[in-house]
């Protein structure tokens, strides 16, 4: 797995450091987004500052390897971005994880007419329901 992450890296631009390469592998093999404190509690090596991951979280998202998840919270979510296909964002109302899924061309949305001026950069679709843990 090592060696693909190293691929990733590079084939984002991005220099590959032992920091880098274990945020990368907390991110690629969750199944749900994760919040800063997550990914820290996560890593392998505890002497990762905070600083040094928000500036790897940061140099992630400016490179599309991943993507910031809207949340209700104070602080984000950040989730791995498989594709850059448009995917929904599940929110489980029982645990609170929040999951990414593909989103089918017939359920994307449309951007609304907007009066002169306004532009849209992107679109979020919220999906609330349980997970299969928290489905009863």
Same mark, same amino acid.
């Given at each position: 797995? +090592? *060696?693909? &992450?190293?691929? =990733? !890296?590079? +084939?984002?631009?991005?220099?590959?450091? #032992?920091?880098?390469?274990? @945020? %990368? /592998?907390? &991110?690629?093999?969750? /199944?749900?987004? &994760?919040?800063?404190?997550? =990914?820290?509690?996560? %890593?392998?090596?505890?002497?990762?500052?905070? @600083?040094?991951? $928000?500036r790897t979280l940061h140099a992630f998202a400016e490179r599309q390897l991943i993507?910031?998840? #809207?949340?209700?919270? #104070?602080?984000? !979510? $950040?989730?791995?971005? %498989?594709?850059?296909? *448009?995917?929904?964002?599940? =929110?489980?109302?029982?645990? /609170?994880?929040? $999951?990414?899924?593909? %989103?089918? +061309? *017939?359920?994307?949305?449309?951007? #609304?007419? &907007?009066?002169?001026?306004f532009q849209v950069t992107t679109q979020d679709v919220r999906l609330h329901g $349980?997970?299969?843990?928290?489905?009863?």
């Amino acid at each position: 797995m +090592e *060696a693909r &992450l190293r691929d =990733i !890296l590079k +084939e984002h631009d991005l220099k590959v450091t #032992p920091v880098r390469l274990q @945020v %990368l /592998e907390v &991110l690629a093999t969750s /199944e749900v987004a &994760l919040s800063h404190h997550d =990914i820290s509690n996560r %890593l392998s090596d505890d002497s990762v500052d905070k @600083v040094t991951l $928000y500036r790897t979280l940061h140099a992630f998202a400016e490179r599309q390897l991943i993507h910031k998840v #809207p949340s209700d919270g #104070p602080n984000g !979510l $950040y989730a791995f971005r %498989l594709s850059h296909d *448009a995917h929904a964002h599940f =929110i489980c109302d029982g645990c /609170e994880r929040v $999951y990414c899924t593909p %989103l089918p +061309e *017939a359920a994307r949305p449309v951007a #609304p007419t &907007l009066t002169a001026g306004f532009q849209v950069t992107t679109q979020d679709v919220r999906l609330h329901g $349980y997970c299969p843990d928290c489905h009863a």
